[in-house]
């Protein structure tokens, strides 16, 4: 009989907990204009013959799918001053420490064993072969 209610609390948390994330999801991104966005099924040719795709992310040269998405953002006057720089760490870290991927930084984080150990120093080039 205990593990029957168990099992309902269970389930009920994990429903409340569910819905208060799609809640959250919801609200953080029900903003973006999807007019502004757009979407096509290549990159730039200098993206794809870059040093960084051929010898870092694709060093072998498998079959590859590419696709570019972008969003067209109003700057506010007083912010125009920001350099290219800021605006893509300010996007970055909002992004990556949103709500979106919380629940996979949070399993990345807590449950996973520590798979790389980066030691901060700078690998030579002979290193990605």
Sequence with gaps: MI???LLTVSALAAAAASATYAGTVYKETRRTDSRRMTRQNTVPDSLRNSKSVNEIVDPKGCSTSFDTRSIS?????HRRNV?????LSRFTKAFFGGAVI???R????????NLVNFSGRI???HAFG
Aim: aromatic share 4%; proline share 19%.
């Design 123 to 125: 690998l030579e080039p």
């Design 106 to 113: 949070f399993v990345l984080q807590n449950l996973t064993p």
């Design 3 to 5: 593990a029957k209610g």
């Design 83 to 87: 350099s290219d720089e800021e605006l």
């Design 102 to 104: 919380r629940p996979e």
């Design 73 to 77: 953002i109003d700057i506010p006057p």
